[in-house]
């Protein structure tokens, strides 16, 4: 079972992830505390925004308490981070877990709150507790043959990276870095490119007008999707049917 009880400064513990002999989500412990020295740690829940909140709020007490300045704070939540980056990799070492980390702070961050606040810290420890517990739950397994069959099938709707990360109950950065692990590009450049195969055999295989080939297979902008096949092909979906018709 791994070890995430870790020292931050003096006698400080912090645990992020999951419950801990003394039944909480997100706690701080000092080596007094009759669970201060306890290593093992259990992942059988996810925990609430509240309590993450709440242990949030005992975290800068504890280091208020402790007389640290500005400075000193941001040293010990750097550590947090690094820490958590760690114990992801340990979850799973083939994705860039940093880059995880940075997106989901980026997306945990909400208008009217200072970046890097305790605010902040609170917002973005919800959003990776529960990445945390996806990946302890390896709730990826098969969840890129899901997410491939969808495009296969849907690839002409508004399909994003965000809203299929909800519907298959994973972490949209996570998602995003084990798709271009699997397929060398993005999520969005591979259903691109597959809207334009499926395109360009319209365009070899029916007599149908480019506006409406472009709208069936998910292009409501012809301009946008001319120059998507260009970027693809090389040349113009014109120019495209010509060549085939001419070989």
Same mark, same amino acid.
């Given at each position: 079972?791994?070890?995430?009880?870790?020292?931050?400064?003096?006698?400080?513990?912090?645990?992020?992830?999951?419950?801990?002999?003394?039944?909480?989500?997100?706690?701080?412990?000092?080596?007094?505390?009759?669970?201060?020295?306890?290593?093992?740690?259990?992942?059988?829940?996810?925990?609430?925004?509240?309590?993450?909140?709440?242990?949030?709020?005992?975290?800068?007490?504890?280091?208020?308490?402790?007389?640290?300045?500005?400075?000193?704070?941001?040293?010990?939540?750097?550590?947090? +981070? %690094? =820490?958590?980056?760690?114990?992801? $990799?340990?979850? /799973?070492?083939?994705? *860039?877990?940093?880059?995880?980390?940075?997106?989901?702070?980026?997306?945990?961050?909400?208008?009217?709150?200072?970046?890097?606040?305790?605010?902040?810290?609170?917002?973005?420890?919800?959003?990776?507790?529960?990445?945390?517990?996806?990946?302890?739950?390896?709730?990826?397994?098969?969840?890129?043959?899901?997410?491939?069959?969808?495009?296969?099938?849907?690839?002409?709707?508004?399909?994003?990276?965000?809203?299929?990360?909800?519907?298959?109950?994973?972490?949209?950065?996570?998602?995003?870095? +084990? %798709? =271009?692990?699997?397929?060398?590009? $993005?999520?969005? /450049?591979?259903?691109? *490119?597959?809207?334009?195969?499926?395109?360009?055999?319209?365009?070899?295989?029916?007599?149908?007008?480019?506006?409406?080939?472009?709208?069936?297979?998910?292009?409501?902008?012809?301009?946008?999707?001319?120059?998507?096949?260009?970027?693809?092909?090389?040349?113009?979906?014109?120019?495209?049917?010509?060549?085939?018709?001419?070989?």
């Amino acid at each position: 079972m791994a070890d995430i009880v870790y020292t931050l400064e003096g006698d400080v513990y912090l645990n992020i992830t999951n419950k801990c002999p003394c039944n909480c989500a997100f706690c701080i412990r000092s080596k007094s505390d009759a669970y201060g020295d306890s290593k093992e740690l259990w992942f059988d829940k996810e925990p609430t925004f509240e309590e993450i909140k709440k242990a949030i709020e005992l975290f800068y007490q504890e280091m208020g308490n402790m007389g640290m300045n500005s400075e000193t704070m941001t040293l010990n939540v750097n550590y947090l +981070l %690094f =820490r958590l980056i760690h114990l992801a $990799s340990e979850q /799973d070492d083939d994705v *860039n877990q940093q880059e995880i980390l940075r997106l989901i702070s980026e997306s945990s961050f909400e208008s009217g709150i200072m970046r890097g606040s305790k605010a902040h810290l609170a917002s973005f420890a919800c959003e990776y507790a529960e990445y945390l517990f996806q990946l302890r739950k390896n709730v990826s397994r098969g969840v890129l043959g899901m997410v491939e069959k969808e495009i296969r099938e849907s690839f002409a709707s508004n399909l994003t990276l965000k809203g299929l990360s909800e519907k298959y109950y994973v972490n949209s950065a996570y998602l995003g870095q +084990l %798709f =271009r692990k699997k397929y060398g590009q $993005s999520f969005k /450049d591979y259903l691109n *490119n597959y809207r334009i195969e499926q395109a360009s055999n319209q365009l070899i295989h029916t007599d149908k007008k480019i506006i409406q080939i472009a709208e069936e297979v998910g292009y409501h902008d012809l301009d946008y999707f001319v120059n998507r096949f260009i970027q693809v092909k090389g040349c113009t979906p014109a120019r495209f049917r010509k060549q085939m018709f001419e070989e």
